[in-house]
Nanobody
Framework: QEQLVESGGGLVEAGGSLRLSCAAS????????MGWFRQAPGKEREFVAA????????AYATSVKGRFTISGDYAKNTVYLQMNSLKPEDTAVYYC???????????????????WGQGTQVTVSS
């Protein structure tokens, strides 16, 4: 079973930056794609960003495009989320997730992933 552990969350002022990391442990990390989702209090979990390892292609939610960057180090089994120009509305628990195999017709923006981390809190003060 692959385990995912997020880190890097914290409290930051609006306009600041944070870098989240998600490290995979356990068996060799050979997943198809990795994603970041977030969930604010009282709201549903929403897609933030995703990366397909083999193609190095990425996808972003409209709300974070141009401010957030997803990247990964396949050798280190780690995926990152660089978050710049943070806004109070970015406050949420951020989760990383792994989709181990491609799923035809299932967008990476949907929470149809095989493994999830426990989440890391990001709080942006105004």
């Amino acid at each position: 079973q692959e385990q995912l552990v997020e880190s890097g969350g914290g409290l930051v002022e609006a306009g600041g930056s944070l870098r989240l990391s998600c490290a995979a442990s356990g068996r060799t990390f050979t997943g198809y794609a990795m994603g970041w989702f977030r969930q604010a209090p009282g709201k549903e979990r929403e897609f933030v960003a995703a990366i397909i390892w083999s193609a190095s292609s990425t996808a972003y939610a409209t709300s974070v495009k141009g401010r957030f960057t997803i990247s990964g180090d396949y050798a280190k089994n780690t995926v990152y989320l660089q978050m710049n120009s943070l806004k109070p509305e970015d406050t949420a628990v951020y989760y990383c997730a792994a989709r181990t195999i491609p799923r035809s017709g299932v967008s990476l923006t949907l929470p149809s992933y095989d493994n999830w981390g426990q989440g890391t809190q990001v709080t942006v003060s105004s």
